[in-house]
């Protein structure tokens, strides 16, 4: 049976049956501290830096807000992973059309780049202050992220867990002992929670900070994660699954918001209070955290964005893997999902070093922000919708009151990212050379706009399609009378290994006497690759009088068979031959490769059974 379930490989894992009292309660803890690390990733920090040394602690009560507004969405995300036991690409796959979700996945996808190179470009900024290894070597040691990520895969839920709060553990510890370190005003930090009105530099760094505050691929990958425990799929186990999943919530954010606010407020008392009003890089803060404090306060920094962008690459990976199963249904090997990811996160960083230098990395990192900023409407406003929807979910669908503070959070959120992707607009929009936004970007921004306003009325205006939201894969067919199958032409694929008498066995077994046998071989060397039927080389020939064996073997047996022999791609030329003689079924012997050899050597099998439109039996 296929598996549908999101993050298939940990679905229902953790099982909280066993545990009573407070220890039921840890059970369902981890999901939340994997998502918190998404709101205290590098992004954030350039963020809160440019905020806290600008603005001293004036802008607190932005992160605060921010931070609320992502409690009350990943809530949201929380409950229809538990409810539906679907992720948000998976409900968006249901509820939306084919040709809308390749665009929600491609626009998931890019938030998704864009995320992940943040964390490649805080990992290499941290591993720099910390060790002196260049940015360009600290971006190619990333890439092994993806080996520790199947790791942790293999040892379980559980395990990954464990990594990740050790990680968001290390980042509070560090800002912790900074804090005591930098000796902040407390009743200036308090007065920084009384909101103010913002213009200018302050409106557009508040506009940053909850930029990168609510992040798109965490609403995916919390609807994905809640899904790995085990609950009573009664009433009462979801009730108790979304209360236990609240209060995880509650304080893995609040953990979030110490960490952001504990940066804003180090960059307010280091900086700002020493007229230090322009450090925005990260770089920068880490120097000037030397020159003000001596070695420990800027190795703890250190250390802390190592972590965070550790733990921030783990997730965002998952998240791709959510998007890309539940968006377009494309299930490819954990390991080249992942490295894929990684890959097209890691060009356009090696790109920026290599053409523009060490110094435009912060620029890029700005830009990350911005990408994530345009994608949040389509992760926010269907989330909404869903979670609203009463016919899908029934007794757990969102109060009015939640529903208007949402759409709220929603309109707010939409608005002042507009704004800031304007802002950025504009401002490119004063170089030199500047055709290619008149001819590319907003001809695109006019593309996601229409898009966007298609994904809020689509729900509003589609019903009919109700009864296909709640079946991933339609209802079960009447399978009818059985009648029995008669195989006339039935190809056989060998190779002269020990696996032929087996294969061809099974092949005898399926048509009898009354069939016709194809004896299929394909000469793989580098001569038949190029000459293809007018080679005559040591191998065609041996294969040539091997093949006749086997036929003369089956006469004597009493089955007529004709010896075929292809050249060249194995898989291409199996399909070519079955598909001319109009075979009825092919069978084929499995060569048992795992691991390496099948990326070296590819399957067969595989590459055939995408070439022909026959029956295709696999013989192990």
């Known amino acids: 049976m296929a598996k549908t379930e999101s993050l298939s490989e940990v679905h229902q894992s953790v099982n909280t049956d066993k545990r009573k009292g407070w220890r039921r309660i840890l059970a369902f803890i981890g999901p939340a501290y994997l998502i918190s690390v998404g709101y205290m990733d590098p ?9 806290g040394s600008k603005f001293g602690y004036q802008l607190i009560w932005v992160l605060l807000m921010s931070n609320l507004i992502a409690l009350l969405l990943q809530s949201l995300s929380a409950r229809l992973g538990i409810v539906r036991g679907l992720d948000l690409a998976q409900a968006s796959k249901q509820a939306y059309p084919r040709w809308a979700n390749i665009p929600l996945f491609a626009l998931a996808q890019t938030a998704i780049i864009a995320c992940d190179l943040a964390e490649i470009i805080g990992m290499a900024i941290g591993l720099q202050l910390l060790f002196g290894l260049p940015l360009i070597w600290g971006i190619s040691i990333t890439i092994f992220d993806t080996i520790l990520l199947l790791f942790l895969l293999n040892k379980g839920m559980r395990a990954m867990e464990g990594f990740i709060v050790s990680m968001v553990f290390i980042v509070g510890i560090s800002f912790l002992v900074e804090m005591f370190i930098v000796e902040p005003s407390l009743k200036e930090v308090a007065k920084g929670f009384e909101p103010s009105i913002l213009n200018g530099d302050a409106l557009y760094i508040a506009i940053g900070i909850i930029g990168a505050t609510v992040m798109p691929h965490n609403l995916y990958l919390h609807s994905s994660l809640v899904q790995t425990r085990k609950i009573e799929r009664s009433n009462k186990g979801i009730k108790e699954a979304l ?24 960059a307010a008392a280091a900086f700002y209070k020493n007229g230090l009003h322009e450090v925005a890089e990260i770089q920068d803060a880490h120097k000037l955290l030397s020159n003000i404090f001596g070695h420990v306060a800027p190795t703890l920094f250190a250390i802390a964005l190592i972590a965070a962008g550790q733990s921030s690459t783990v997730t965002g990976t998952l998240a791709g893997q959510i998007i890309m199963e539940g968006h377009i249904n494309l299930r490819i090997q954990p390991w080249l999902r992942r490295l894929i990811t ?10 920026t070093i290599l053409h ?31 979670t609203s929807d009463k016919k899908l979910m029934k007794d757990f669908a969102i109060k009015p009151w939640v529903k208007v503070l949402a759409w709220a959070s929603a309109i707010v959120i939409i608005a002042l990212n507009v704004k800031l992707v304007m802002e950025e607009i504009s401002g490119w929009a004063k170089e030199a050379n500047n055709w290619w936004i008149y001819a590319i970007v907003i001809p695109a921004l006019i ?41 006339k032409k039935i190809g056989i694929a060998v190779d002269f290994s020990k696996n032929d008498r087996n294969t061809i066995r099974h092949a005898l077994i399926q048509g009898g006497k009354d069939a016709h046998y194809y004896l299929i071989h394909i000469v793989e060397t580098a001569a038949a690759r190029y000459l293809g039927k007018e080679v005559m080389d040591h191998e065609t020939q041996s294969d040539a009088t091997n093949l006749e064996r086997y ?20 898989g291409k030329a199996i399909a070519e031959i079955s598909n001319r003689n109009e075979m009825e079924l092919l069978v084929m012997g499995a060569h048992g490769h795992k691991g390496l050899k099948d990326l070296i050597f590819g399957t067969t099998v595989d590459s055939v059974r995408h070439k022909v439109n026959i029956p295709v039996l696999i013989i192990r």
């Open 43 to 51: 992004g954030n920090w350039a963020t809160d830096l440019a905020g």
């Open 243 to 266: 209360k236990f999943n609240l209060i995880d919530t509650t304080v893995a954010l609040n953990l979030a918001f110490f960490v952001n606010a504990a940066i804003l407020i180090l």
């Open 342 to 351: 990684r890959l097209l996160a890691i060009i356009p960083a090696f790109f």
């Open 356 to 386: 523009y230098g060490d110094d435009a990395l912060g620029g890029l990192l700005v830009l990350s922000q911005v990408v994530l900023s345009l994608q949040l409407g389509f992760a926010i406003i269907p989330l909404i919708h869903f």
């Open 447 to 487: 593309l996601i706009v229409l898009l966007l306003l298609y994904v809020f009325f689509h729900p509003l205006l589609e019903q009919k399609n109700a009864s296909r939201q709640i079946v991933p894969h339609g209802d079960a067919l009447d399978i009818g009378k059985i009648e029995k199958i008669t195989y």
């Open 551 to 570: 036929r003369t073997n089956l006469e004597d047996l009493g089955y007529d068979a004709t010896p075929f022999i292809g050249f060249g791609n194995t």
